[in-house]
């Protein structure tokens, strides 16, 4: 079993910035965030690989900066330029196994953390 802790999230104006940070128990490859606002689905955000490979949601796409840390086992989210519609409770989710590619598919993956609620006011 593995362990995903998020932390890092909050309040922030629009047009403003917040870092999230998720850390694993242990080196997973393939790790992503996703996010679920307040009566909506959970939606992808972005993902990562152990090689730096990237990729993300349009609708964060040019705002957002999705980083891994290998040797400390770290997933870093920065959100710039942020709106109302951000708001929302971010998970980190880690792979329990390798996949071809990042992948922003929910059923990838295996280990998730419990959230953490980002605010965005206007």
């Known amino acids: 079993q593995v362990q995903v802790v998020e932390s890092g999230g909050g309040s922030a104006q629009a047009g403003g910035s917040l870092t999230l940070t998720c850390t694993t128990s242990?080196?997973?490859?393939?790790m992503a965030w996703f996010r679920q606002a307040p009566g909506k689905g959970r939606e992808e955000i972005a993902g990562?690989?152990?090689?730096?490979?990237?990729a993300y949601a349009e609708s964060v796409k040019g705002r957002f900066s999705i980083s891994k840390d290998n040797a400390k086992h770290t997933l870093v989210l920065e959100m710039n330029s942020l709106k109302p519609e951000d708001t929302a409770i971010y998970y980190c989710?880690?792979?329990?196994?390798?996949?071809?590619?990042?992948?922003?598919?929910?059923?990838?993956?295996?280990?998730w953390g419990h959230g953490i609620q980002v605010t965005v006011s206007s």
């Open positions: 242990r080196y997973i490859s393939y």
């Open positions: 989710a880690a792979a329990a196994h390798g996949l071809r590619r990042v992948s922003l598919r929910q059923e990838d993956y295996a280990y």
């Open positions: 990562a690989d152990h090689l730096g490979n990237t």
